[in-house]
């Protein structure tokens, strides 16, 4: 069955009934469709499988198969509004999730998500989310380095991993907690992030107003758990280091990765060097990252988790 532009004329609200109604009939009758459409609305919750986007450029009409609907849509000039702000710890990580972007090839994505490091790194990132979770920022998410993961299997707060998270640590499984219990979500606060959240809410006669920091307590655990990503290695530097390097490096010589690259600089320059000097030696060694690495594979998972369709 052929149907050319079903969206034409129709409310948003009808679009998806008739969307719905397609779909019940195919499967009911075993109908093959093919629909062409206008309506990023239409293609919404379609898999990447079931789209073909068809655009004229110099070389003639080109069919595109296996393609995501806001990355077509995205191609045909469509501005989609969702744009979305990743915060990373420093200028290093930034380079790599763009580098990242740009090897992703995804116009969609690279043109909806503004990548921009926190000043005052993991420290100030960490005052800033508990803002962000407040306001109810849904749109901003947060990539920390490996070495600011707390383990949970370590803790002796496995409730926290049974009763809160889910198997992969993302979703919020909601459990009813009186509002009084805040000390209860302090606790669980403090096993998630390794840090003492300072939660700013008014006050009463009875000290700070409980409802309200329950309210924030709450907000806080399900952004944390939803909104913020971790790199797989320890820091940046070091899994650039397994990009540039085929030896074992860390363990025994710098944890973090960073003498690796300053004696690198020095070597190159042949004198004392800064930051810039630095960061153009890793920028370098970022120009080896493919999409086979271990580095890309972790940022991409992140991104996918970022702009998955709901």
């Known amino acids: 069955i052929l149907i050319d532009e079903p969206e034409i004329s129709l409310h948003p609200s009808a679009i998806n009934n008739l969307k719905r109604y397609i779909l019940q009939i195919t499967l009911e009758k075993k109908h093959q469709v093919v629909i062409t459409t206008h309506s990023p609305k239409f293609t919404e919750g379609f898999p990447s499988s079931a789209i073909k986007l068809m655009k004229l450029e110099d070389n003639g009409v080109n069919i595109y198969e296996n393609i995501d609907s806001r990355e077509a849509f995205s191609r045909l000039g469509e501005v989609s509004g969702s744009c979305k702000r990743l915060y990373v710890e420093d200028r290093l990580m930034e380079y790599i999730v763009n580098r990242v972007l740009d ?12 990548v921009s490091p926190s000043l005052g790194g993991a420290g100030n990132i960490k005052k800033r989310i508990e803002a962000t979770a407040y306001q109810k920022q849904d749109d901003c998410y947060y990539l920390l380095d490996g070495d600011q993961r707390v383990n949970l299997d370590n803790t002796n707060e496995e409730i926290i991993k049974r009763e809160w998270l889910s198997e992969d640590s993302r979703k919020l499984i909601e459990q009813k907690i009186p509002a009084a219990d805040n000390e209860k979500l302090d606790s669980i606060i403090k096993e998630l992030t390794g840090e003492n959240i300072k939660f700013y809410v008014s006050a009463n006669s009875d000290g700070r107003n409980k409802e309200e920091l329950y309210i924030a ?3 806080f655990i399900n952004f944390w758990s939803s909104n913020v990503f971790f790199l797989d290695e320890f820091t940046p530097e070091i899994a650039l280091i397994k990009i540039d390097s085929d030896r074992e490096y860390g363990e025994t010589e710098d944890l973090t990765g960073k003498k690796y690259f300053v004696d690198k600089a020095k ?14 030696i890793q920028r370098q060694v970022l120009g080896k990252l493919s999409q086979t690495n271990d580095l890309y594979n972790n940022i991409n998972h992140v991104l996918e988790c970022i702009f998955k369709e709901n």
Request: hydrophobic share 30%; charged share 35%; glycine share 6%.
């Open 267 to 280: 070597e190159l320059y042949k004198t004392n060097v800064g930051s810039e000097d630095i960061l153009h």
């Open 217 to 219: 307590q709450r907000r």
């Open 103 to 114: 090897l992703k090839g995804t116009e969609f994505i690279k043109d909806n998500l503004i």
